[in-house]
């Protein structure tokens, strides 16, 4: 879908449209062009409730809600700090794929089913949500813009690295420079009511296997 200013080439299309996608075996057919693609099952909004007052599922912060990160499908689980009794959590937003940014502001919406286990894990400090991955894990940060919500993401893979897994704050930085990720999970809304989530992906080593040694 294109929606006009929306996204990051609203400069280049102006008017609204839609096009439709046909999703069959793991395979997506673009029906506009024929393009096909594998599928990559994901849920957009994966949240809790908010330390205070209430906030609707479109938008992301340290509770989660619409984080729009494809890596949070098939396999990942999601550590969300806990703010409200029963912690209230939130799913859905199903997509049969959805890229880095959804810069125009959709993936390939799709109804579906999907099978969720819940743990309550106690004593872990995260304060953002993580995505847990065979081979990585990832930090999330949301802010007004996306310089802020990058740096959101670095602080909180570094101060994991710091205080769960004894690394200097110097170590830290050198190691996610030179081994991680830093990337975009959602950046299409527009400002001034807009937001931009960020993600830094930090690989499993022998020194840091989770984010948390509390497993």
């Not at 449209?17 to 693609?37: A, P």
């Amino acid at each position: 879908m294109v929606i006009p200013e929306w996204g990051q080439l609203i400069d280049k299309a102006q008017s609204p449209q839609t096009r439709i996608f046909n999703v069959k075996d793991g395979v997506i057919t673009m029906e506009s062009n024929g393009v096909t693609f594998p599928t990559r099952p994901m849920f957009g909004v994966i949240g809790v409730a908010p330390a205070s007052g209430e906030i609707g599922t479109f938008f992301a912060d340290r509770h989660g809600g619409n984080m729009d990160d494809h890596l949070n499908g098939i396999g990942a689980t999601v550590h969300l700090p806990v703010f409200q009794p029963g912690g209230m959590l939130a799913i859905g937003d199903m997509h049969a794929s959805m890229g880095d940014g959804e810069i125009s502001g959709t993936g390939v919406e799709i109804g579906g089913k999907g099978i969720i286990k819940v743990d309550l894990i106690k004593g872990n400090a995260g304060g953002w949500p993580i995505t847990e991955l065979k081979d990585s894990w990832v930090t999330h940060g949301t802010a007004s813009n996306i310089q802020d919500a990058l740096k959101i993401a670095c602080d909180e893979a570094a101060k994991l690295l710091v205080d769960e897994w004894g690394f200097t704050i110097e170590d830290a930085f050198i190691f996610l420079s030179v081994a991680g990720d830093l990337g975009i999970a959602q950046n299409c809304h527009p400002l001034p009511d807009g937001f931009a989530v960020a993600k830094m992906r930090v690989p499993k080593i022998s020194r840091a296997p989770h984010p948390f040694k509390n497993m």
